[in-house]
């Protein structure tokens, strides 16, 4: 870490290395995807520093157990708080590292902290013990469900989002009671090494419970290794496979948040202005660098001429560099060609845009229309500012083909009428749908966020964010004898018997 960095001057008077384990051999830098700038330097931690920080993060969960719900509860609102009061600081640092603009940094902040305030509140009434039936059977027994943290959790997260996204894991394994381990990607360390520093300056006595540990893929890769009791891993289905084999070796457990390749379906009575915005501002938005982005769009034939002219205008209106920032790793920029040059030769247009919209740093928006559905640009993540527009006969033709594609997290669906598009949001296969909006469950912290196939498995955010980051523990209590205790040889058998036997009858007519 520079002195000059932002982060330096950031979190804490000591500096963000206060939460950063120490011994790293060698650095490296941040750059700015913007102008190419140096913005810091950080150490590269090896396996060693990791199972260190692992090793610390163990006790730190120890004394964290000790604090209670209302302990914890009262340090993560404090840090809560200070992340929400320091927005500007932290919002600087994330546009300086991904390029996006300030404003975008904000509000991905704003959502961050509200994540971490819903997890906070909510953590003692989703996991604390609770009485549950014990059934006829059992009703001897008093049945009590609870729910144990796992220890240190693991945190690999990508570069889009650097606030929101590992947040989503960070917050909810933290309320949920364990200590984590934060490695972020080295495209944007200093915004990790902010969060961990951040974290120690709201609750100083809660030292090494969020420590960052940075360094390339090989230092997430020592962090799955390291032991640690569960791994929440945000990135690409390629590197997700990579970690769930270093997983396996350990039985370790694995969360993965991957991409997706969104959709958005029109139906002939949807309000087309508003279509038409939110799908701009879910494919351009963030240059398109988002998860949950939308990257396709089903029409109704009798809307879709209009809808992509609509598409069209409001995407050319877009200033990249002022509404939207830079490709932040520049082998996207390759990926986003390919995919619109296979598009084109297959036949699709480009009402707006093309190869030549690639301009790096930048990508200008492009709009494609009529893709071939086996193309690339429909199968595989584009992660750039490019949306295909294609037309389908009837809604039932659009769900077929939003549900063909081998990702499932995301899709959106607009209908003039409510009723029809929550109906067909129930037949999306993504593990979130907007009706009338892009990506609207991702603000609502209630809501239980992840995907299936591609998009990887596990949920993060939500009641399931939480109990994704602790253990179940059932426990009975004998309250009194039953008539046939069926664990014990001192019952009489013909007794016994009789209580199966009633049993089996009760359950071969109900
Ligand atoms: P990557 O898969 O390249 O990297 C993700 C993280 O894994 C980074 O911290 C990376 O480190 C690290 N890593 C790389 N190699 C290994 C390895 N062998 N073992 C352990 N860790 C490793 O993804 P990106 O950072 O490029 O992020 C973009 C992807 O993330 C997109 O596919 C996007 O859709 C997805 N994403 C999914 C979200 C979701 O919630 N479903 C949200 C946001 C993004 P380093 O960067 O230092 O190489």
Redesign the pocket.
Known sequence: MTAESPSAQGPTAQGPAAQSPAGASSVFAVRSPATGQVVSEHPVHGAEEVAAAVARGRRAAAAWAGLGWSGRKQRLLAWKRSLARRMDELASLVAEETGKPVHDARAEVLLAVVHLDWAARNARRVLKVRRVPSGPLSAHQRALLGYRPLGVIGV??????PVY?PM?SIGYALAAGNAVVF?????TAGVGEFLAASFADAAPDCADLLQCVT???????A??AAGVDKVA????????R??AA?CAGSLTPLLA????KDAVLVDADADLGAAADAVVWGAMANAGQT??GVERVYAVESVHEELCERIVRAARELAPGTQYGPMT?SGQLDVVDRHMKEALAGGARAPLGGPESVRPPYVHPVVLVDVPEDSPAMTE?T?GPVVAVNRVRDLDEAVTRANASAYG?GAAVFSGSRARGLAVAQRLDSGAVAVNSVLGFAAVPSLP???TGE??YGR?HGEEGLRAFAVPRSVTVRRFAPYADLTSFATARERAERAVELGRRIHARI
């Not at 891993?233 to 997700?240: L, Q, W």
């Not at 948040?257 to 997706?260: I, Q």
Request: aromatic share 10%; net charge negative.
């Open positions: 690999i997260g990508p570069w889009n989002y996204t989503g490695k972020p990607s080295e495209l360094g390339p893929g090989e230092t997430g890769q962090l799955a891993f945000t990135g690409s289905p390629g590197t997700a990579k970690v270093v948040e991957c991409g997706g998860c949950a790793l993540e992660f997290l966020f992840g995907g998009s990887g993060i």
